[in-house]
Each structure stands twice: as C-alpha cells, then as structure tokens.
C-alpha cells in the first residue's frame, strides 16, 4: 500500500484540488483510492455529528464507506487548543497510526491532506512534517506562485523537513500565463540546484477559480431579493464597496465580472455598482435596500442578496469562496483532471511514491 501527504505553503494553495484531482487520476487508472485528514480545522456539523469540510468533500468525491473518525481522527476544536496550551498529553501518534491502518485496508494508495500550511498542527505536535514521520509518508508540496518570493517560502518551508527523503517533490500552482515562461526557465532550474524535484507546474485556471452567485447564496445563507434568474453566473472576484461614490464607479468598472460586498444602508455605492454592470450585489448587516435600488439591479438583471452578519465576517465567507476550487460543480472536477494530466508528472510521482 502507497501514501503520500499532500502540504501547502499557506492555506488556499490548492492542495484539496491536488488531491480531489491527484485521487481522480489514481482511481481512472484502477486504483482503489483512499483519502485522510488526519487533523480536521474546517470544521462542519452534519446530522449533528462534527466533520471536517474538506473530508466531506472527499467522501462525497471517492464515495468512502470509511468511518468520519477515521478519515478525520483529530479535530482542532478550543478545548483541544487549550489542552495543548495546558500541556495535556494526548497520546496523538497511537490515534493517528490506528486510523490510518483503518483507512488503509483494502486500498492500493491512500492521500493525506495536510493541514492548512506545512507548519499548522505544530503547538499539538502535528505539523505536516510530523503527521508525514508518524505515518511514515512522504510529502508532496504545493505552493500557489504569486511572485517570486514563492521561492523564499518554498526554501524556509524545506527547512522543517528535517529528512530530505522524506520529500516527493513539489508543484507550483497558479502561475499567472505572463509568468510561465519565467517559472520554467529560471524557477524550476534553481529549485533543481538546491535539490528540490518539481513535478509539475500549473497555470492559474478561470474555471477554477470561478464561482455560480448560486453558490455564494448557499454559503452564506443569504436571501435573494433580485435578479434570481441570473444565479447561474460565474464571478472571479470580490470588491468591497466602502469608499467615496465616484471613487466606487472607477473601482467596479476596472473589475468587471465582480461581486460588490457592501453595507445595506449603503444606496449610493449599491446604485453605483449597478450602474458599472457588476454580476452581483451582497448587501451586509440584514439591512434591506430601497425599492429604487431593487428595481435598477432587477432591470439590469443583477443578483442582490442579504446576509445577516457584517461586512467583515461575509469578506472572510467570500474569500474561502472566489479564486478557489471547491468542487460542488462536476466542470470543476473535469478541469482539475486535465490540468494535472497536462502540467503534472504523474507518473513520476507515483514511482515515487511506490505505485
């Protein structure tokens, strides 16, 4: 039976996309494929039973029959923090070794997915090096490339693991098109002298990183007030409309294809977003608009919906949202799987890993 711990530099590299997609891949080659986060810190209520977000994708992905306690053995809840801080031993490494050998039966290969970035889990002594030790995996690294400083992040991150065997090689995600040829031709090169395998370079996707206003409305339990029929369009990302009305028109208008996050007390900015055709209006603070804002975003056919927490509170919602792949829609699922098999040496990596 083969393994390998899937780890991020940060969270929102796209290591669940990796591993929904890396899974995918296994599984079309017969595989039997299956999946574990050992730490859970998404967490979800489902049917009154606490789960890990990530996992219940998982499950739903490659319809795991395994037990949720298995899958997700340790949850990151306060009293765990504070056991930790407190110095309560918890004896992790039995639990971790004990579901793994459940999740483990009757599979060719099981993907473990980290927690949030390389270092997360490290005050339990549970960071990803030390889950990928216990379990005696190797490690695959994503890093999301947004400058060349991915390099530095990538370099400190080798720093905490300690046994460079233990590393599979890494890739680097969402290369923005203008920064191909540079990753190529001077980032891999350099990440080679040090020693660091790269086995695959991803180029940043809109279908990934897009999302149905359908989907924001689900997330953040909002109420549509306008503009149901346009639920089904695709937003790339989020402004927030907390400015000065004719700054606000310049704003929105550079960033066509948005969702305008705003107060609901705020007609001036509400009308002006409008105005610049933007695909949706989230309105904060349960404050309802004007008849007259309604009646514009419905004429020009533009989602308004009403949430009850803050402005704060729906901005964090929405970045856990846009620009990353979560797949509720099978588009996604299809994608993932062609960029990996176009950009990732996958059949290096599972020679690697012993496939």
């Known amino acids: 039976m083969a393994s390998i711990l899937i780890s991020s530099s940060e969270k929102y590299s796209g290591k669940s996309s990796l591993c929904t997609g890396i899974g995918i891949i296994l599984q079309n080659k017969g595989y039997s494929v299956g999946y574990m986060k050992p730490i859970g810190n998404m967490l979800v209520d489902v049917n009154g039973v606490l789960s890990d977000e990530d996992a219940e994708q998982m499950r739903r992905v490659f319809d795991l029959k395994d037990d949720r306690n298995h899958i997700t053995p340790i949850l990151l809840t306060d009293n765990l923090a504070e056991d930790a801080l407190a110095g309560v031993e918890k004896h992790f490494d039995k639990t971790l070794a004990d579901a793994f050998s459940e999740v483990s039966k009757d599979k060719d290969v099981v993907l473990i997915e980290g927690t949030g970035g390389i270092g997360g889990g490290a005050m339990y002594g549970l960071s990803d090096p030390q889950v990928s030790s216990i379990l005696g995996t190797k490690m695959l690294l994503v890093t999301r490339y947004d400058s060349v400083y991915a ?49 695959g370079v991803l180029p940043k996707d809109s279908t990934l990183r897009s999302v149905p206003i359908s989907e924001i409305v689900e997330d953040l339990h909002a109420e549509v007030l306008a503009g149901s029929e346009h ?34 007390d705020r007609a001036d900015i509400q009308m002006a977003a409008i105005e610049a055709r933007v695909k949706c209006l989230v309105l904060t603070g349960n404050l309802q608009p004007s008849g007259a804002v309604l009646g514009s975003a419905d004429e020009a056919g533009i989602p308004v919906v009403l949430v009850r927490g803050d402005t704060m509170s729906t901005i964090g919602r929405m970045e856990g949202l846009i620009g990353h792949a979560r797949f509720r829609k099978e588009h996604k699922l299809d994608r993932m799987v062609e960029l990996i098999e176009n950009n990732v040496d996958v059949d290096g990596l599972l020679s690697i890993i012993g496939l």
């Open 151 to 199: 390099v530095d992040r990538i370099l400190c991150d080798i720093e905490l693991i300690h046994d460079p065997d233990m590393l599979a090689g890494i890739i680097l995600n969402e290369v923005d098109e203008s920064q191909m040829t540079y990753v190529c031709e001077l980032v891999v090169p350099f990440l080679k002298d040090k020693g660091i395998k790269v086995v």
């Open 231 to 264: 639920l089904e369009e695709l937003v790339e990302h989020y402004l927030v409309g907390a400015m000065e009305v004719n700054s606000a028109i310049k704003y929105f208008r550079r960033n066509p294809g948005s969702v305008v996050i705003t107060g609901g």
